[in-house]
Nanobody
């Protein structure tokens, strides 16, 4: 079955960097767009960025432009989120998502906390 497993979260100081990974299995990864979302405490889940099956980056949230980069490695069935210049307002649980054959799948999430 389809599985998405995020990793790489943690506690980081403001201005620091983290790279999140999402390992996918159970479907032909290279054929599907992948996206990252995040949900901060008390807020709705929001889209961070999308990478298409062709590797094109779309729908990058204004709040993370020029700081976060989504990418994918089809050989490793993995999508990444490189996060630079982190701010306290980036604190959230980060999820990867894909829609495979009409069904939506989410990972379990990875916590990112930006604090001094």
């Amino acid at each position: 079955q389809v599985q998405l497993v995020e990793s790489g979260g943690g506690l980081v100081q403001p201005g620091g960097s983290l790279r999140l990974s999402c390992a996918a299995s159970g479907f032909l990864f290279s054929r599907y767009a992948m996206s990252w979302y995040r949900q901060a405490p008390g807020k709705e889940r929001e889209l961070v960025a999308v990478v298409t099956s062709a590797g094109r980056i779309t729908n990058v949230a204004d709040s993370v432009k020029c700081r976060f980069t989504i990418s994918r490695d089809n050989a490793k069935n993995t999508v990444y989120l490189q996060m630079n210049i982190l701010k306290p307002e980036d604190t959230a649980v980060y999820y990867c998502r894909s829609i495979v054959r009409g069904f939506q799948y989410w990972g379990q999430g990875t916590q990112v906390t930006v604090s001094s």
